[in-house]
């Protein structure tokens, strides 16, 4: 699926839940969405209008005077169940940690053991967010007939934090016996953490 056609899927996706403004569509791709989807904000506008001159989402009157709110139409829940029938495009992995672990012996052990302890603390972070989410997704929405999915969501997110929790903690295990010799020519204190770079 091409990246404009999951931006209309994002939008077309969260309005399906219930009509808001383009602001809080925003919010909510980003708050709601955000746990397992991102989504750039210069793409979200331009998808909005684009979806409302191909009539899948109407404006009405919004809360406020001058203001607007959008819904989606019928042609737009056709548009969507056509998008989410797509194939599921694999993205290539790109992991900047594993990138310096699998070079490690040229970083040095004791960085090595310092990014896994902070993926660990991120991982251990993340976990009681998800858990934070699913309590209060379950309280706003109780009874909603998108809570199972939502909360399917939020579960794959507690099992990859889970995951890697466990990994850390078999990766520092295979490093307890590796010498703590630092290699002279790596700067020590600029090693980027979990970034991309």
């Known amino acids: 699926m091409a990246r404009r056609s999951q931006t209309e899927t994002a939008v077309l996706g969260a309005l399906s839940m ?8 925003r919010e909510a791709i980003r708050d709601v ?22 009539g899948h989402v109407e404006r009405r009157e919004g809360p406020r005077s001058g203001s607007s709110t959008f819904a989606i ?4 829940t056709a548009r969507l169940r056509e998008l989410l029938s797509e194939p599921i495009a694999a993205t290539p992995p790109r992991s900047g940690l594993l990138l310096r672990l699998f070079f490690g012996r040229t970083l040095g052990v004791r960085k090595c053991r310092e990014l896994l302890l902070e993926t660990r603390a991120d991982a251990e972070r993340s976990l009681a967010e998800y858990d934070g989410l ?9 009874g909603s007939p998108d809570l199972p999915y939502v909360l399917t969501t ?5 099992h990859n934090a889970e995951a ?10 295979l490093l307890e016996d590796v010498p703590e010799d630092v290699p002279e020519d790596v700067p ?6 979990n970034g991309e770079s």
């Open 188 to 193: 020590e204190d600029d090693t980027p953490a």
């Open 33 to 54: 969405l955000g746990h397992f989807w991102s989504e750039s904000f210069g793409q979200i506008y331009p998808t909005l209008g684009a979806l409302e001159r191909q």
């Open 134 to 142: 699913a309590r209060t997704i379950s309280a706003e929405e109780a």
């Open 73 to 76: 139409t019928d042609s737009g």
């Open 18 to 25: 219930h009509p808001m403004t383009a602001y809080a569509l």
């Open 154 to 158: 939020i579960s794959s997110g507690r």
């Open 164 to 173: 890697a929790i466990a990994w850390v903690d078999e990766a520092l295990t």
